[in-house]
């Protein structure tokens, strides 16, 4: 007899199995991962102008640290805690070895500008990234570039990554050479997850309108396969008529 007190198993696996898969906003943190990535950057801001970039360097790195065992502590997203820390140490190890503030933005202006320049050559390839990267992830393979609607959406929606990325570069390089550290720490700010979540809405958009042009050929190539098969059944099931 089962007591009507415990949770029923197979009621708890339903409820698992239903449970929503996050989104990629939700992966890359949302907005507490939008105001922990840009917390260390602050940071080393404020730090390297009221002091030096000794203490700057440190107390961004410390405070890269200090966010990551909280979120591991709240059991959140672990891939922003541990690439949060990740970033910070090459910025600040790079930044050491320049010997001025401003070298802790030229990570992060090297990966814009090298990933500019990979999504720029898969758009002229015909092999848009966005497309590449979401039928990899989501497993469905390439079969949306036979699609030439689906390619031009990928295509939209790569070039406003490239777009992205090629403004942090333009902006945050003139701000380099010009050593506007503390205009370049606002520039990282504001080019960071603000734009990656307005460009963000174009990739769901050329996701979504792919996927349901995907799943619309794919019922009628089985609605189809369906009719050819119904018409050899019924061309050899009919029965022959007797000469009269």
């Known amino acids: 007899m089962t007591d009507a007190s415990q949770p029923d198993p197979v009621e708890g696996k339903a409820e698992e199995t239903e449970k929503p898969m996050p989104t990629l906003w939700e992966q890359m943190g949302g907005m507490v991962g939008f105001i922990s990535a840009s917390i260390p ?11 030096s970039m000794g203490p700057a360097i440190w107390s961004a790195i410390g405070v890269a640290v200090a966010i990551a065992i909280w979120r591991i502590v709240r059991k959140e997203q672990l891939m922003p805690a541990i690439s949060g820390i990740f970033g910070v140490a090459i910025a600040a190890f790079i930044a050491y ?3 001025e503030a ?20 898969s758009i002229l390839a015909r092999w848009p990234a966005v497309g590449v ?13 036979s699609d030439l609607k689906s390619r031009r959406d990928y ?39 603000p734009l990656t979540a ?17 799943k619309e050929l794919e019922e009628a190539e089985q609605a189809e396969a369906a009719d050819v098969e119904e018409g050899l059944r019924a061309k050899y099931e009919t029965p022959a008529q007797e000469p009269s």
């Open 41 to 51: 950057v602050a940071v080393f801001v404020i730090v390297n102008w009221a002091t």
């Open 155 to 193: 295509d939209i929606a790569t070039a406003a990554w490239t777009l992205v990325f090629i403004a942090r570069v333009v902006v945050q390089q003139w701000l380099y050479t010009a050593d506007q550290t503390t205009l370049l720490g606002v520039a990282r700010i504001a080019m960071g997850y």
């Open 198 to 214: 307005i460009v963000l809405l174009v990739t769901v958009w050329a996701v979504r309108r792919s996927d349901r042009r995907q």
């Open 133 to 145: 990267i979401w039928g990899t992830l989501n497993g469905h393979g390439m079969g949306w570039r």
């Open 102 to 121: 401003k070298g802790f933005f030229l990570y992060g202006i090297w990966v814009s500008g090298a990933l500019g320049a990979v999504f720029l050559i």
């Open 97 to 99: 070895r320049v010997g």
